[in-house]
């Protein structure tokens, strides 16, 4: 799920809605898409509630921006996130956005950037609201950049009954290879996985405990699946068919 590629990145985190414990995974996730060229964090550094990000601000090279609460019950760090992600936006410097909050009211900030044909990625826990998740090209739960990958697999994994009884995720599957397959019905799997991306900013394989898109559906023994050599001779593509085809 990483054919997202881009170049420039800005980072943007909402100190107030996110946690130090997935800076780590984060930065290590964002690498897969393009380069961090701004990773600036947000809130009130005056308050002991930042003491754990202030721990991690210079590791990670984020630079952090002050914004004092002027009123109880009011977000001001929204407000001052928002008004720069807009300036960096007008720069004309970037290929695309991290917005690392989940908060809700960065929905609208998420489709304006959209609307000036930059990727939106979006982070936050799963409590995040689904429209701001719609919003974003592509959406990760930061619950599963707190696990290493093989940690990931071994709490989260779903076996195949599970995932045959997820209604939501068999239909998401079996349209993508239905949208991506040939005359035949085999579908590439890197087809599917981008179209996959199209209807569900917020799918990850990791989600369910597994690593890449090709071991989640292999998992699921609803598709036939099809290693095809490329054309150096040295590796394989997957295929895939839904098994009621045959």
Request: glycine share 6%; proline share 3%; hydrophobic share 40%.
């Amino acid at each position: 799920m990483s054919n997202i590629k881009t170049e420039k990145l800005a980072v943007l985190i909402d100190a107030d809605n996110a946690q130090p414990a997935i800076v780590e995974g984060l930065l290590t996730e964002i690498v897969k898409y393009g380069t961090a060229n701004v990773k600036r964090i947000y809130g009130d550094w005056t308050i002991p509630d930042l003491k754990g990000w202030k721990e991690v601000l210079l590791q990670y090279s984020i630079q952090p921006i002050q914004q004092f609460r002027y009123t109880t019950g009011k977000n001001a760090t929204d407000s001052a996130m928002i008004i720069d992600a807009m300036d960096l936006l007008y720069t004309n410097k970037f290929d695309g956005f991290c917005l690392v909050s989940s908060d809700s009211d960065f929905t609208k900030l998420a489709s304006r950037i959209r609307e000036a044909g930059l990727f939106v990625f979006g982070f936050g826990e799963k409590k995040t609201p689904g429209p701001f998740v719609s919003a974003c090209d592509k959406f990760i739960f930061t619950e599963v950049l707190r696990l290493k990958d093989d940690d990931a697999v071994r709490i989260n994994c779903k076996t195949a009954s599970e995932l045959k009884q997820d209604s939501k995720l068999v239909n998401l599957l079996r349209s993508a290879v239905e949208n991506s397959s040939d005359d035949s019905g085999w579908a590439h799997l890197a087809s599917v996985g981008s179209n996959i991306a199209k209807q569900a900013p917020a799918f990850d394989p990791r989600n369910y405990g597994y690593k890449k898109l090709g071991e989640l559906v292999a998992a699921t023994k609803l598709f036939q699946i099809d290693g095809r050599e490329t054309g150096d001779g040295h590796s394989k593509s997957l295929y895939l068919k839904d098994i009621r085809n045959k």
